[in-house]
């Protein structure tokens, strides 16, 4: 998706978010412990998957919403039946066809068709391939607190969670369990860990100043390949056991211009979050600490965890524990011309985000280069790497009227390769459609080639 991509650095520092998945009914997953994501999968507070299919079934006229993963069922057709049992509570029926599976099992038919066997026997033997159900209930426990109940793939082993939510003044709480948990790896590789839970707390969201975010995650069981297959080695992450982390960030933003003036009067924006031309600036910096007990605590003894970052850590085999401690830091530049108000070309968007995932590296190497400047010495190219930030780019284009296509990839700069010093590693592509009536929303449709997944979702207030 065009879902703003691998970390969220926007609002509470460096850390892993739910994304959005076509992988399974739910249509979410979550990043394996210290893995960034590859691209196109990350993205902000979300609409629960429920609320986005009943918004497209209401709303614009789309009965059945599709997804396409390559590696999985193929293309999907999504829909849900939503029941309002009472003012705070509600109940839902989700439905999955299995396109590729129909097509092949009407193929199958056609091909060995049986005179005086009925069609409809056949379909209703079918039917629990072709179809996949689901169901799940939400309910308004407070005006803050919310615990929403999902159970996926009936009948085909299930999948289920269940989500306590809590807004305090100043913070969110969500308590989560999952059985089984799914998470996606750096390489898109999706895994399942038999029992998942987790506890997060965070700061509630600003535009600029502190922030913090807390999270205890327990992990039960030993991890398996989603769909099976695959021969890639377990992370270490996934382990059985139980990690601790907390992250603190401070956030600055500043606009170099913005221009208010010129708008169209009496005319609403198709975007109210893009009705500013800019350009500007955002910086974060922060710090990460976390401990691991059990199993999952051998990720920090891998030697290519340690070559990557000259972090803090500890390791203690015999206990199973380990912590880990680093800074990081991330620069993000937009520029925008157009108040997206007219019907062709009024919005042309470019922004470029760096990270700077080891911040303790990065001050390595950089001292490194300096010392080789001031004797005049080759910098090693190993060095010039830690400096090298993360970086991706994206471009969005308004086309005609409420419709714009965006496009993200990540780009990687590597000086120790002659023929691709840059490069592009991942790229998504996307068309939104703002949604004017509701002031900052729209519905994306993605598409990732790399990983070849494709999905239609809702995102609402995100600039």
């Not at 890639?232 to 059985?240: R, S, T």
């Not at 030697?303 to 500890?314: L, M, Q, Y």
Request: net charge positive.
């Amino acid at each position: 998706m065009l879902r703003q991509m691998r970390w969220m650095t926007d609002r509470e520092g460096r850390w892993e978010l739910d994304l959005e998945s076509p992988a399974t009914m739910e249509g979410t997953a979550r990043p394996v412990p210290g893995d960034p994501l590859p691209l196109g999968l990350s993205r902000g507070p979300r609409v629960t998957r429920t609320k986005q299919l009943d918004f497209f079934h209401r709303f614009m006229a789309s009965p059945l919403v599709p997804t396409f993963s390559a590696s999985r069922a193929g293309l999907s057709l999504h829909h849900a039946h939503l029941f309002h049992l009472a003012q705070n509570w509600s109940f839902t029926i989700l439905e999955q066809l299995h396109v590729q599976k129909l097509v092949a099992a009407v193929k199958e038919k056609l091909s060995s068709r049986q005179e005086g066997v009925p069609w409809s026997n056949d379909l209703k033997r079918h039917l629990h391939d072709v179809m996949s159900l689901g169901v799940g209930t939400e309910l308004l426990i407070t005006p803050d607190t919310t615990l929403l109940l999902e159970l996926y793939n009936i009948k085909k082993g299930g999948r289920g969670k269940a989500i306590i939510h809590h807004k305090f003044p100043q913070q969110n709480l969500t308590l989560a369990a999952s059985w089984p948990g799914l998470f996606v790896d750096k390489q898109g590789v999706y895994w399942d860990v038999p029992l998942s839970l987790s506890a997060d707390l965070a700061s509630a969201g600003s535009s600029s100043g502190f922030s913090y975010h807390l999270l205890l995650q327990q992990n039960s069981g030993e991890p398996k390949c989603f769909g099976g297959g695959e021969t890639n080695d377990v992370p270490l992450a996934l382990l059985p056991g139980l990690c601790a982390k907390a992250a603190v960030s401070l956030k600055k933003s500043i606009d170099v211009w913005r221009k208010k003036e010129d708008k169209l009067k009496m005319v609403q924006p198709y975007d109210v979050f893009l009705s500013d031309p800019h350009v500007s600036f955002t910086g974060i910096v922060g710090a990460v600490a976390s401990g691991s007990f059990g199993d999952c605590s051998k990720r920090i003894s891998v030697p290519e965890e340690t070559r990557k970052s000259n972090a803090f850590r500890v390791f203690r085999e015999r206990n199973k524990f380990a912590a880990f401690a680093d800074l990081f830091a991330s620069v993000n530049f937009t520029a925008q011309h157009g108040n997206f108000q007219r019907l062709f070309l009024d919005l042309t968007r470019v922004s470029a985000r760096l990270d700077i995932s080891s911040g303790s590296l990065f001050l390595r190497g950089a001292s490194h280069l300096a010392q080789d400047f001031f004797f005049s010495r080759r910098p090693d190219l190993e060095t010039f790497c830690d400096v090298c930030p993360d970086v991706i780019v994206s471009l969005q284009q308004q086309i005609v009227g409420p419709f714009s296509f965006r496009v993200e990839s990540s780009v990687a700069i590597d000086p120790r390769s002659q023929d691709h010093f840059v490069r592009v590693d991942d790229s998504v592509f996307a068309i939104d459609w703002a949604l004017k009536v509701l002031g900052s929303a729209k519905a994306t449709a993605w598409y990732s080639p790399k990983h070849q997944e494709a999905m239609v979702e809702l995102r609402f207030f995100e600039a």
